[in-house]
């Protein structure tokens, strides 16, 4: 299974832009799922998650307000609005959980897209 991110691009102060990730080789039925981002010289952080279904969201609080996580049998999203110059960063698509086989064993997975780039300008 590949993620993949798109939608990312130069957006000015108070814009929006819309990430997607799909997954090649997979609908998107993970068991949970999120968009992380990662700052020239800072570590990488959780910006939201979202639970299969949809039943359970979580935002950094830098971003609630703002960010809207969603999700559907074939892609993620994170709805960007109100941009700061502060949300400049590599956005990454994440898919995690585990399965069990027809015998009953357990498999995990962590899967992680290239990601995309996001600017925002002042």
């Known amino acids: 299974v590949q993620l993949v991110e798109s939608g990312g691009g130069l957006v000015q102060a108070g814009g929006s832009l819309r990430l997607s990730c799909a997954a090649s080789?997979?609908?998107?039925?993970?068991?949970?799922t999120g968009w992380y981002r990662q700052a020239p010289g800072k570590q990488r952080e959780l910006v939201a998650e979202?639970?299969?279904?949809?039943?359970s969201t979580n935002y950094a609080d830098s971003v609630k307000g703002r960010f809207t996580i969603s999700r559907d049998n074939a892609k993620m999203y994170l709805q960007m609005n109100s941009l700061k110059p502060e949300d400049t960063a590599v956005y990454y698509c994440?898919?995690?959980?585990?399965?069990?086989?027809?015998?009953?064993?357990?498999?995990?997975?962590?899967?992680w897209g290239p990601g995309t780039q996001v600017t925002v300008s002042s």
């Open positions: 080789g997979s609908t998107f039925s993970f068991n949970a």
């Open positions: 994440n898919a995690w959980g585990s399965y069990s086989d027809s015998k009953g064993v357990k498999y995990e997975y962590d899967y």
């Open positions: 979202i639970t299969s279904g949809g039943g």
